[in-house]
């Protein structure tokens, strides 16, 4: 009898232990789970913190290079303030210096504008001139034609390519006036390339008709963005 309590009790003492061994080893295995996740997920954030450092040191970097082009650019602003080629041809006495290069390069394309001053200042006040015809062709995609047109014969017709406004225009007259009406597109404030040019005699007159392209460029819009690191 004393042999078998004491075997029960042996029984009853390693399954204990056995119960105890169990728990411990499954609390460790608890613990090293939420080690585990807690490892994983610090890495993560730190990586992911290092990734917006490195956005925020470029940003940084770009800001800091275009704060110091800043200066330079108001410099030349200036110096431009003062080249007297660019204050004898202003077309207003009150317009800036500068504004001259803008007329030069309008940043839209505005076809209509561009008919009305070869009308009305490049083929206008020369003596013994006629003008036959004038079409200033819309740029498709970006302008479109609506309500009456002050351009003579104006058409939907096609821009060739991006960023020019193609024209055409046939002015009768004698030799000095389509001299002067080719000097005039060679003094223009607006570059002007010409395609292609015809002169037809007629009898104490001739007809001149030039085919040509103006330029535009697209006004850049510099701004600050939002960006997203994921």
Do not use: C
Not at 6 to 11: D, N, P, S, T, V
Not at 65 to 91: H, M
Request: proline letters at 1%.
């Amino acid at each position: 009898m004393q042999q078998k309590g004491a075997a029960l009790r042996k029984r009853t003492q390693i399954a204990m232990a056995n119960r105890v061994m169990f728990l411990w080893v499954a609390g460790v295995s608890v613990l090293f789970g939420f080690a585990l996740v807690g490892s994983i997920f610090l890495t993560q954030k730190l990586l992911f913190n290092e990734r917006v450092l490195n956005e925020k040191d470029r940003t940084v970097v770009i800001l800091k290079s275009n704060n110091g082009n800043i200066k330079g650019l108001e410099d030349q602003i200036r110096v431009l303030g003062t080249n007297q080629a660019l204050i004898d041809a202003k077309a207003e006495s009150d317009d800036q210096a500068i504004q001259v290069i803008l007329d030069a390069l309008p940043s839209d394309a505005n076809s209509l504008a561009l008919g009305a001053s070869i009308q009305n200042k490049l083929l206008a006040n020369i003596s013994g001139l006629t003008l036959n015809s004038l079409q200033v062709d819309p740029v498709i995609g970006v302008e479109s034609l609506s309500g009456e047109s002050s351009v003579e014969n104006a058409s939907v017709a096609t821009s060739g390519s991006k960023n020019e406004i193609t024209f055409r225009f046939s002015v009768t007259g004698d030799e000095a006036a389509l001299k002067q009406v080719l000097r005039n597109l060679e003094l223009s404030i607006r570059t002007i390339d010409v395609i292609s040019l015809k002169i037809e005699g007629q009898g104490a007159t001739s007809v001149l008709s030039v085919q040509a392209r103006a330029f535009y460029e697209p006004a850049r819009v510099v701004q600050l963005k939002d960006k997203t690191v994921k």
